[in-house]
Antibody, heavy 120, light 107 residues
Framework: QVHLVQSGAEMKKPGASVNVSCTTS????????IHWVRQAPGQNLEWMGR????????SYTQKFQGRVTMASDSSTTTVYMELSSLRSDDTAMYYC?????????????WGQGTLVIVSS | DIQMTQSPSSLSASVGDRLTITCRAS??????LNWYQQKPGKVPKRLIY???SLESGVPARFSGSAFGTEFTLTISSLQPEDFGSYYC?????????FGAGTKVEIK
């Protein structure tokens, strides 16, 4: 059974960084990209970027360029997303989700979400 | 980026009603479109993939269709448990983009 399990909620001060993990199981880690999507309270889903766990290559949306870093660890089948220089408008639920080849395998399974609250 | 124009933004309907939610893509995206249901405080749940394929375990009252750049999610007979928000997602072009969502309320 496929599982994506994320790390717990975080409360951070403005200017700090947060590191969210997404530990996967139940499938071949290298065959699915992991994408990160966030959702501010009452707002739409927003794509942040993705990582190819096999090669480590990343692609980030321009909005987060320079502030987001994604990494993967194949030994633990875990992907990490670090967001730096946090602001209050980064308060959101952060989700990881997987992306494989073929429509059937696109954003089918999601992590449970990690709430990040940025407040002084 | 591909713009996904989703409508309506919200609706209120009665149990048994037929509902239609539409997403229009700013460019041709083939059938690379998914539909998700999200209940308050919960993870998005995929209902439809490939524009019209029903996710396993999803009730048959949900269906998806496509015509050019216009995509439709239909609920044939609304049930009380269908409240929540619905989002479309295109993944033909990078970056993947979501529609703005449709909030469904049960009268």
């Amino acid at each position: 059974q496929v599982h994506l399990v994320q790390s717990g909620a975080e409360m951070k001060k403005p200017g700090a960084s947060v590191n969210v993990s997404c530990t996967t199981s139940g499938y071949t880690f290298s065959t699915y990209y992991i994408h990160w999507v966030r959702q501010a309270p009452g707002q739409n889903l927003e794509w942040m970027g993705r990582i190819n766990p096999s090669s480590g290559s990343t692609s980030y949306t321009q909005k987060f360029q320079g502030r987001v870093t994604m990494a993967s660890d194949s030994s633990t089948t875990t992907v990490y997303m670090e967001l730096s220089s946090l602001r209050s408008d980064d308060t959101a639920m952060y989700y990881c989700t997987r992306y494989g080849s073929g429509s059937f395998n696109v954003f089918d399974h999601w992590g449970q979400g990690t709430l990040v609250i940025v407040s002084s | 980026d591909i713009q996904m124009t989703q409508s309506p933004s919200s609706l209120s309907a009665s149990v048994g009603d037929r509902l239609t939610i539409t997403c229009r893509a700013s460019q041709f995206i083939r059938n690379d479109l998914n539909w998700y249901q999200q209940k308050p405080g919960k993870v998005p749940k995929r209902l439809i993939y490939g524009a019209s394929s029903l996710e396993s375990g999803v009730p048959a009252r949900f269906s998806g269709s496509a015509f050019g750049t216009e995509f439709t999610l239909t609920i044939s007979s609304l049930q009380p448990e269908d409240f929540g928000s619905y989002y479309c997602l295109q993944h033909n072009f990078y970056p993947p983009t979501f529609g703005a969502g449709t909030k469904v309320e049960i009268k």
